[in-house]
């Protein structure tokens, strides 16, 4: 099945709420490389190829080492290329991510906070909340990965 409809362009009003998201996600604070990876490992749970494509892109043109990059689905398994924020970061994205099986479970939440700060784990929040959203509108509407396009 082919590409859908191009969701923002009908609702140029819900792009501007999700890019005001996006560019406080950007700004707030968190490493970069750490929202990349957090972005990465939710699309890869949401099967989501567009996001996929562009988030592996995005951590290879910040010269994240192809290794790290290939093992983010196997972090647990590869957890000394990651810190400890990165891999408290990516639980928690995994357990937000997954919400309607976790529901996101308290002991979650005190592993997270226990290594991240009460704003980085909100600002982490914010960003896997927007990635499931971003998404959600890749996968429904058949957005095309740039390794298709090219």
């Not at 792009?15 to 005001?20: H, P, R, S, V």
């Not at 998201?21 to 968190?30: D, E, M, P, R, S």
């Amino acid at each position: 099945m082919g590409k859908r409809l191009e969701v923002f362009k009908h609702a140029p009003e819900a792009y501007k709420g999700f890019t005001a998201v996006k560019h406080y996600v950007q700004t707030c604070g968190l490493p970069a490389e750490l929202v990349e990876l957090v972005y990465l490992r939710v699309s890869q749970i949401n099967n989501c190829a567009f996001c996929i494509d562009m988030h592996t892109r995005d951590l290879l043109n910040q010269g994240v080492r192809i290794d790290k990059v290939a093992l983010v689905q196997v972090w647990e398994e590869a957890a000394a290329l990651f810190s400890d924020k990165e891999r408290a970061a990516l639980a928690w994205a995994e357990s937000v991510t997954r919400v309607a099986q976790t529901n996101v479970p308290d002991s979650d939440y005190q592993k997270a906070i226990a290594v991240l700060s009460e704003k980085e784990l909100a600002d982490v929040t914010v960003a896997v909340s927007l990635m499931n959203a971003f998404n959600r509108f890749g996968v429904a509407m058949r957005m095309m990965p740039a390794a298709l396009v090219m």
